[in-house]
């Protein structure tokens, strides 16, 4: 049985932050839109491309209601429908001029606000504020989908310098490129000092390292480097996933935070290298607004392969 004591405690935070959050209110986050439409700006923003129903699902919301507001926000130039490039029969959303520059507006309340709350909180305390939120977000997630959050999501997403990452994160790249694409110690050598490097830096806010966990054991990470490229330019690196936690949406997750944290340093562009085979990665890249910029014959990676470099413009 979970402590009444505990019941009480969360339904009055949770009333407190409707309210200061300004959801009793009409619109939201300085805007004249409702929440639900501010939410459906900022998903569409963070997905690159979303139809109705994959609205519906996300939102949680009716597929009537979903339809009335996209309706409203497409008359009020935010919006636009595209034809899918699998099915033409298929619509996606995707935010316009105008919309980027409202989703823009809403990230820099909303980032305020955030920065705001948490400077009256010690650094201890505003990590379990996120990891904290983020639980029971997650939490309230897998009862609206019916699921026990232990199986919905068994990861932990963690920041900064974790004891031992840099072996095991150079470890996860050695082995998964050496059996898939014959990569050998130059490569996880070049992993291995990179990452090195970067950890000297980890204390400046322009950079940022994600882990996931499970169990304990770091099976995934993701980070930014805001430093190495110059010009205000992000270097998304060392973004691999275990076998353990492929297919677990950790993936999106990951970028989902990656991408967040790159808006509210307002970055002017994130840029990454990879190569060409990776498919579903460039499946996920692109769904988070990353075009190919260029690729080449070139042999950084130990051998030679065809590089490519993917760009997403600042929001």
Same mark, same amino acid.
């Given at each position: 049985m979970i402590d009444a004591a505990i019941i009480n405690d969360i339904r009055v935070s949770s009333r407190l932050m409707v309210r200061e959050l300004g959801f009793m209110n009409t619109t939201l986050a300085a805007t004249d839109y409702s929440p639900s439409a501010v939410h459906t700006l900022v998903e569409i923003d963070a997905h690159g491309a979303l139809t109705a129903a994959q609205l519906v699902q996300i939102l949680g919301l009716e597929k009537s209601s979903v339809s009335r507001m996209v309706s409203k926000l497409i008359a009020a130039g935010e919006l636009q429908e595209t034809p899918s490039a699998q099915d033409g029969r298929v619509k996606q959303l995707q935010l #316009?001029?105008?919309?980027?520059?409202?989703?823009?507006?809403?990230?820099?309340?909303?980032?305020?606000?955030?920065?705001?709350?948490?400077?009256?909180?010690?650094?201890?305390?505003?990590? !379990?504020?996120?990891?904290? *939120?983020?639980? =029971?977000?997650?939490? +309230?997630?897998?009862?609206?989908?019916?699921?026990?959050?232990?199986?919905?999501?068994? $990861?932990?997403?963690?920041?900064?310098?974790?004891?031992?990452?840099?072996?095991?994160?150079?470890?996860?790249?050695?082995?998964? =490129?050496?059996?898939? =694409?014959?990569?050998?110690?130059? $490569?996880?050598?070049?992993?291995? !000092?990179? +990452?090195?490097? $970067?950890? #000297?830096?980890?204390?400046?806010?322009?950079?940022?390292?994600? *882990?996931?966990?499970?169990?304990?054991?770091?099976?995934?990470?993701?980070?930014?480097?805001?430093?190495? +490229?110059?010009?205000?330019?992000?270097?998304?690196?060392?973004?691999?996933?275990?076998?353990?936690?492929?297919?677990?949406?950790?993936?999106?997750? *990951? *970028?989902?935070?990656?991408?967040?944290?790159?808006?509210?340093?307002?970055?002017?562009? #994130?840029?990454?290298? #990879?190569? !060409?085979?990776?498919?579903a990665a460039r499946r996920l890249y692109e769904s988070f607004g990353f075009t190919l910029a260029r690729e080449w014959q070139g042999d950084q990676w130990g051998r030679e392969m065809l590089e490519q470099q993917f760009m997403r413009e600042g929001r």
């Open positions: #316009t001029e105008q919309g980027r520059e409202s989703v823009a507006r809403i990230n820099q309340y909303g980032a305020m606000r955030v920065v705001e709350a948490l400077e009256q909180l010690n650094p201890s305390q505003q990590q !379990s504020v996120a990891r904290g *939120l983020a639980a =029971y977000a997650h939490a +309230l997630e897998a009862c609206r989908n019916g699921a026990r959050v232990s199986e919905a999501s068994p $990861f932990e997403i963690v920041t900064g310098y974790h004891p031992g990452m840099i072996g095991r994160i150079s470890e996860m790249h050695g082995s998964y =490129y050496a059996k898939h =694409y014959d990569f050998g110690h130059f $490569f996880e050598g070049k992993v291995a !000092s990179g +990452l090195a490097e $970067f950890c #000297t830096r980890l204390d400046r806010p322009c950079n940022q390292i994600w *882990l996931v966990k499970h169990h304990g054991r770091i099976v995934g990470s993701v980070a930014i480097d805001g430093e190495d +490229l110059g010009n205000n330019e992000a270097h998304l690196r060392w973004f691999i996933l275990d076998d353990d936690c492929r297919g677990s949406g950790m993936g999106r997750r *990951l *970028l989902s935070e990656v991408m967040d944290f790159c808006d509210r340093q307002r970055f002017a562009a #994130t840029q990454l290298w #990879t190569f !060409s085979g990776l498919d």
